[in-house]
């Protein structure tokens, strides 16, 4: 499998504002180009992601809503949810959960987004931020089967059934989504993240990424995810 069709409703659920921009921001673009309804659900606000002294919780999380309402704007996303955790201590606990559930039972998503739980060493340069782990765990298991069951937080809403789970951050995917004619969206969106990227231009990391990520494929720029799937079109109600 290479490649997917683009679904007519999508929720990217992440750990930070930023997390999305800096992985499946290209594909973003290319379905809400195509008329596809993003949602992203932000776990935590990044509340403690900064280094400087003089910074509180409570005004970074403003200024990280903020950039995160202009980084979709650039993408065309729909709606974003804020869930309000803590940065640096988010776990997969069962409220976590609940909370996941309720956003997909409200905005029925044909598609879910989500980070590999599993992967922990990304590069010789970097470990995987426990935020970003946590907040791909719990994804998964509200999505499956979590969101499906009738029985199981009924005052969370009706049961939906994810189709399709888009699993990025994988050593071995089997769809590539090309993204070559939105990377220069993919790269003003993560640039309105400027409390995090301060003087810092990504726009060499991002196209390195990209074309890393194509080369497989024959591609300029993609992005690459394991799909599962959970609901065939022909088996849904």
């Excluded at 199981?152 to 888009?166: D, F, I, M, N, T």
Aim: charged share 25%; hydrophobic share 40%.
């Amino acid at each position: 499998m290479e490649e997917n069709d683009i679904p007519e409703s999508a929720m990217v659920i992440v750990a930070h504002p930023d997390d999305a921009e800096f992985t499946v921001a290209g594909t973003v673009a290319a379905w809400t180009e195509a008329g596809c309804h993003v949602t992203y659900v932000l776990c935590t606000d990044g509340n403690t992601g900064s280094h400087d002294p003089d910074m509180t919780r409570e005004r970074l999380a403003e200024i990280r809503r903020a950039e995160q309402q202009a980084a979709c704007a650039e993408l065309g996303v729909g709606e974003v949810v804020f869930l309000g955790y803590d940065d640096g201590q988010l776990q997969p606990t069962l409220d976590l959960r609940r909370d996941l559930v309720r956003v997909i039972r409200q905005y029925k998503p044909e598609v879910l987004i989500a980070w590999d739980p599993t992967t922990l060493l990304i590069s010789d340069e970097y470990i995987n931020h426990p935020d970003h782990r946590a907040a791909a765990q719990a994804a998964l298991d509200a999505a499956a089967p979590a969101s499906a069951m009738p029985l199981l937080w009924p005052e969370a809403g009706v049961p939906h059934r994810v189709r399709q789970v888009y699993i990025f951050g994988v050593e071995k995917p089997n769809v590539w989504v090309d993204v070559t004619e939105m990377i220069e969206r993919k790269i003003s969106a993560l640039k309105q993240h400027a409390s995090q990227l301060e003087d810092w231009d990504p726009t060499e990391m991002v196209r390195e990424w990209g074309a890393e990520s194509g080369k497989e494929k024959g591609l300029t720029y993609a992005e690459s995810y394991r799909v599962i799937t959970l609901e065939r079109p022909d088996t849904v109600d």
